[in-house]
């Protein structure tokens, strides 16, 4: 991964409707190799998948929860049918374990807090195998979702003698 890799991602992840022959042009290179290098990105895994971002307030969607949801028990049994329940509950935006007090937490959209109070009443609440649940409504963004930009080359690091010898 170089410089122009970089430029690539962070342009794409600004907008990924470019025509290739646009991102050339932002990036300063050919069509013909800007299409190979979004192949490799594509081919290595770098880049994912190509998705729209959803304003979720547009949508009638006001509430937005993070809840920590902590297990009764750590058994594999249990994990695999939490982790089931909540990647079908479609009001969870995102969910990830976590190493801590908690063992999940799980982003949640809702229209209200008394839509919110429905979800947790008759799907949270229902998922077997939870101990806890603790709910954090946030009140407003301060950093939206941003692009994720590739860590830079490291730079080669002279050693002791290196120095001493200039």
């Known amino acids: 991964m170089d410089a122009i890799d970089r430029k690539i991602l962070a342009e ?4 990924a409707h470019l025509t290739n022959q ?3 042009a932002r990036i300063g290179l050919s069509p ?7 192949r490799r990105l594509k081919d290595d895994g770098i880049i994912a998948r190509y998705v729209a971002v959803v304003e979720p307030r547009r949508l009638g969607l006001q509430v937005m ?10 058994d594999d049994a249990t994990i695999s049918a939490v982790e089931e329940r909540i990647r079908s509950l479609d ?3 995102e969910a990830y374990t976590l190493a801590g007090q908690a063992d ?3 982003k949640v959209w809702v229209s209200s807090l008394e839509t919110y109070e429905e979800f947790v009443r008759t799907k949270l609440r229902t998922v077997r195998g939870l101990a806890s649940i603790t709910t954090m409504f946030a009140y407003a963004t301060v950093k939206p979702p941003s692009p994720i ?3 830079p080359p490291h730079a080669e690091r002279s050693t002791d003698r290196d120095r001493r010898s200039r």
Not at 12 to 15: A, N
Not at 32 to 37: A, C, N, Y
């Open 65 to 74: 929860a993070l809840v920590t949801l902590t297990l009764a028990s750590q």
């Open 12 to 15: 794409l992840q600004e907008d």
């Open 104 to 106: 999940y937490i799980i």
């Open 32 to 38: 013909s190799p800007t299409l190979r290098r979004v």
């Open 149 to 151: 930009s590739p860590p």
């Open 22 to 24: 646009q991102l050339a």
């Open 91 to 93: 009001e969870v935006t």
